[in-house]
């Protein structure tokens, strides 16, 4: 089982930067594939990013391509989200998810955490 805590969210203007955390607790954090959502109201939740259990092959969608990066800290049993260049269409609730691969596509498993609000000005 693995427990999952977000932070580092917050309001900021757009074209600033935050870097979002995510600690996990439990045995299986090292030999999960993670991954990033987020959520709008009224909107299904939206896969951003994602990593493997080993860090390699980060992936993102296209529309925070070259803006966000994830990354991992097995040591540290930590996933995060550094993302810069902030959008207002960026303004959502961040969660992350402990996970896995099937062939090249992230597959949801379902722990979560309770997500962290970011907010972008214009």
């Known amino acids: 089982q693995v427990q999952l805590v977000e932070s580092g969210g917050g309001l900021v203007q757009a074209g600033g930067s935050l870097r979002l955390s995510c600690a996990a607790s439990g045995r299986t954090f090292s030999s999960s594939a993670m991954g990033w959502f987020r959520q709008t109201p009224g909107k299904p939740r939206e896969y951003v990013a994602s990593?493997?259990?080993?860090?390699?092959?980060?992936n993102c969608i296209g529309s925070v391509k070259g803006r966000f990066t994830i990354s991992r800290d097995n040591a540290k049993n930590s996933v995060y989200l550094q993302m810069s260049s902030l959008k207002p269409e960026d303004t959502a609730v961040y969660y992350c998810?402990?996970?896995?691969?099937?062939?090249?596509?992230?597959?949801?498993?379902?722990?979560w955490g309770q997500g962290t609000q970011v907010t972008v000005s214009s």
């Open positions: 998810n402990a996970g896995r691969y099937s062939g090249p596509f992230y597959v949801t498993g379902d722990y």
């Open positions: 990593i493997t259990a080993t860090g390699d092959s980060p």
